[in-house]
C-alpha cells in the first residue's frame, strides 16, 4: 500500500520560495500520476499541479504558471513542488496525491486519486 508524506512547508514572506517533498513508502512513485492540492481553510481542495508517471509531463493552475515547478526524483521515490515568488494568496495546505490509473479522471479532480498524504501548512505572510 502506497504512503505518502509531505514536508517543507513553513511560513514565508511574500516573495520568498518554498520547496515541498512529497516522499512515497510502500510502493514506486515512478508508476504513479502525482497531483499537488491546496485547501484554504473553508474552501474546497484545488488542484495546483501535476506531473505524469513516465515521461514526465506537468500541468499548472494559470495561478501558479512560471512560479511553481513540480518535478520528479524517482531515485528518492520523491515529488517536489518549487514554489517561488510566493504571495499571500498561496496560504493554504498543500496535499500530494497519487493514481495508479491515468484514465480515473482530470488530474484537477481530487477523486482521481487514490492516495493522499497528511498535508503540510504553507502560510505566505509579512
Known sequence: QLQLVESGGGL????????????GSGASLEYYDIGWFSQAPGEEREGVSWISHGTGVTRYIDSVKGRFTISRDNSKNTVYLQMNSLKPEDTAKYYCAATADPHRGAWLWPESYEFWGQGTQVTVSS
Open 12 to 23: 514565508v514572506q511574500p516573495g520568498g520560495s518554498l520547496t515541498l517533498s512529497c516522499v
